[in-house]
């Protein structure tokens, strides 16, 4: 498989297989109850992996946007958690920051500190290109996290979701729930518009779509990941459209306030979808008391598992469940659809 | 609806004026003239998009389910305006609106906050608006501060501790009592309680205004500080009052959100600031001060809002939608400056 400059759709789909391997997912099963506690610790279980063991000690720096939301928040967590799994990593965090230059600046620190590894999850990819290739050439392996950057020579291994297959199997579950109606309609709510992933995820969203000619969308509108704009469009987007009969929101967070609106219009005649996979989506999927039936993820544990990936990178081994010798220089982790059947599995991971 | 404007403009050295306003149709009362016809060009304006809308998507949008949206969404953002208004018509700006709203939208959903139930909650989304008003207003007023320095301060202080507050994370609402306020069951007569909210809060305010002392001397102020200082108001203890009045309006809305959306979240009021002063400009508002009406305020919130339900029902993209509201605005603005001018020549 030739390299691709932005792995985020043509990047090897490990996601399956690395659950079963024990690696990602179900390695960072949460221990507490899902009680209504706000703290989450989603990544101590204690699972072993094929190289579970202790071995060379390693530093690894990660470097990240201000946690402002809860996905973000998420991701710090896992990584946290992850780093104090292992008795021989060191985790060095910065501070995160949504200004370019503030996250160089962090970054350089963290080179000048002579990690072993730098996890980098940057603000914006493509601005930060240059301090990957920077860390590279002094030898320090970057494992690049979900925002790639515009060279591949600017990390050692990207791993991150994939937006287009978030669109996909949303679409997909929709389509099969819909098949056998005529003349069916959808209504999507997207993220920011002005986002690349949010184009990815319509765009998946469309193409799955295509499989089912009696499905029409009908309707779109794009929202800012926000609750309170969530209910906005929502409430718009229903007195728009008074019959559909599917809706597909981009992201759980926004979805707190679609489902508000939904509640505040007195609507349950369709089937609803969510994305990122939240726990309050998730524990609304659970109840089964709502319109929401399912949610696509773009699962928060790729933090934990770059962590994985930097430590293996660091100590010069592979990854478990696989015949490679080598980390892999992409991972594109696959946006499994939650339900009420699978939810329990899940839900350990769901982020508020 | 109309709205007088009050003779005290800036260098007038009466100050607090004598005599009530003027009233519409008085041909000899030329400032509130020219307030009516400026009011009057903003209904025509609002007229010309309910025409588009009603003629796009007769159906959806002449519903009486769509002027409760309508009217809802517009009830959180047209409070703030409110308190905008007043702190503009006394020669202030107020930069932390929006992130006073979401400081304390998360402040009054935290798990402790929640456990004291609907008053609770209510309580607190006021007290942290007031809270964050009166320290702006000691700020600018006896700290001599410039407003826009003192509110951006607020801003970032205010939209920092938020974060801290949720830690990124969004607080669902738990408590029935304020969650039932938002649905269908709980409208009076057909009327969204927070509509009715929204009515009073404007209703008050353009009792403030125009009825009272409290306005006069708000005018006064805004219009030539010094000549207010010398008529007798002390000016500072006004200024500090009108930003607690802003923060209060922040804290009532903080509130409306909440039942709004059933969360509290640190990325609450998003840009509030820009909106609501927007709104009261186009409305009509002088942004130096000195001149302020209420009426034009809930106009230009309204008009907002309908732009933006046109363009949701027309289904329309974001980037469409924003290119038009820029537009729209600065039509907006030009037709009620021709309609002055051509007012003013008769």
């Avoid at chain 1, 071995?55 to 470097?63: D, E, L, N, P, Y």
């Avoid at chain 2, 907002?304 to 820029?326: C, H």
Wanted: net charge neutral.
């Amino acid at each position: 498989m030739p390299q691709s400059p932005v792995p985020s759709r043509r990047g090897i789909l490990l996601g399956t297989a690395a659950v079963s391997a024990g690696a990602v997912l179900t390695a960072c099963t949460s221990n507490e109850p899902a009680g209504k506690k706000p703290a989450n610790s989603p990544a101590n279980d204690p699972a072993p992996a094929a190289d579970d063991r202790p071995g060379k000690a390693v530093t690894i720096g990660f470097a990240g946007p201000q946690a402002d939301h809860g996905w973000l928040n998420a991701i710090n967590d896992n990584a946290r958690a992850r780093a104090k799994k292992y008795s021989d990593v060191t985790l060095e965090i910065t501070e995160g920051s949504n200004d370019t230059a503030a996250q160089i600046g962090q970054i350089q620190t963290l080179i000048n500190k002579k990690v072993d590894v730098l996890v980098i999850l940057p603000a914006d990819g493509k601005a930060l290109t240059q301090i990957g290739l920077q860390a590279m050439r002094a030898g320090i392996p970057v494992i690049n996290l979900d925002r790639v950057f515009a060279s591949p020579q600017a990390y050692r291994c990207w791993i991150g979701g994939d937006n287009y297959g978030m669109g996909l199997n949303a679409g997909r579950y929709i389509g099969e729930h819909l098949k056998n109606k005529t003349g069916a309609k959808v209504i999507e709510l997207a993220g920011v518009d002005s986002l690349e992933l949010t184009r990815q995820r319509t765009k998946g969203f469309d193409d799955a779509l295509k499989n089912y000619p009696n499905i029409t969308k009908v309707a779109r509108q794009a929202a800012d990941f926000t609750v309170e704009s969530g209910q906005a469009k929502t409430a718009q987007l229903l007195q728009a459209q008074s019959d559909f009969d599917a809706f597909w929101n981009h992201d759980d967070d926004q979805g707190v306030g679609a489902l508000r609106a939904i509640a505040q219009a007195g609507r349950d005649d369709f089937l609803m979808v969510g994305g990122a996979g939240a726990k309050s989506a998730m524990d609304a999927i659970k109840a089964d008391d709502s319109v929401l039936k399912a949610t696509v993820l773009y699962p928060p544990t790729m933090s934990a598992s770059a962590i994985d990936i930097a430590r293996a990178v660091a100590q010069g081994k592979g990854v478990g469940g696989l015949a490679e010798l080598e980390i892999p220089a992409t991972i594109t982790l696959y946006s499994a659809v939650v339900t009420k059947d699978n939810v329990d599995q899940y839900l350990p991971t769901g982020f508020s | 609806m109309t709205q007088p404007a009050t003779p005290a403009r800036r260098n007038d050295p009466a100050g607090p004026p004598k005599t009530s306003p003027p009233r519409r149709g008085d041909p000899r009362a030329a400032p509130g003239a020219r307030a009516d016809v400026r009011t009057l060009s903003l209904l025509g304006v609002l007229a010309a998009l309910i025409a588009v809308g009603g003629l796009t998507r007769p159906e959806e949008f002449l519903a009486t389910s769509n002027l409760q949206l309508v009217l809802t969404q517009a009830s959180v953002i047209g409070v703030v305006t409110v308190g905008m208004t007043f702190v503009i018509t006394s020669g202030g700006i107020d930069l932390s609106v929006g992130a006073i709203v979401a400081l304390s939208s998360v402040w009054a959903t935290t798990v402790a906050t929640q456990e004291y139930g609907f008053t609770g909650i209510l309580f607190t989304a006021v007290a942290v608006g007031v809270g964050c008003g009166l320290v702006n207003g000691v700020l600018i007023a006896y700290g001599g501060m410039v407003p826009f320095i003192a509110t951006i301060a607020m801003l970032a202080s205010a939209r920092g501790l938020a974060l801290q507050i949720t830690d990124g994370k969004t607080q669902i609402v738990t408590v029935d009592s304020v969650l039932d306020l938002g649905v269908k069951d709980a409208n009076i007569l057909g009327v969204p309680p927070l509509v009715l909210v929204f009515a009073v809060v404007v209703a008050l305010g353009w009792l403030l205004l125009n009825r009272t002392t409290f306005g006069r001397r708000t005018l006064a102020v805004g219009g030539n500080p010094e000549a207010a200082r010398l008529a007798g108001i002390d000016v500072r203890r006004q200024r500090l009052y009108l930003y607690l009045l802003s923060g209060l309006c922040c804290g009532i809305a903080a509130f409306m959100l909440i039942v709004l959306s059933g969360s509290g979240q640190n990325t609450n009021g998003n840009l509030y600031e820009l909106d609501a002063i927007a709104a009261a400009i186009i409305g009509g508002t002088l942004l130096s001060g000195g001149r302020g009406t209420i009426a034009g305020s809930l106009l230009g919130v309204l008009i907002f809002t309908t732009i933006t339900n046109i363009f949701a029902l027309n289904n329309l993209e974001s980037a469409v939608q924003q290119i038009a509201k820029g537009a729209i605005i600065v039509a907006a603005v030009l037709v009620q400056h021709r309609t002055l001018r051509e007012g003013r020549g008769t």
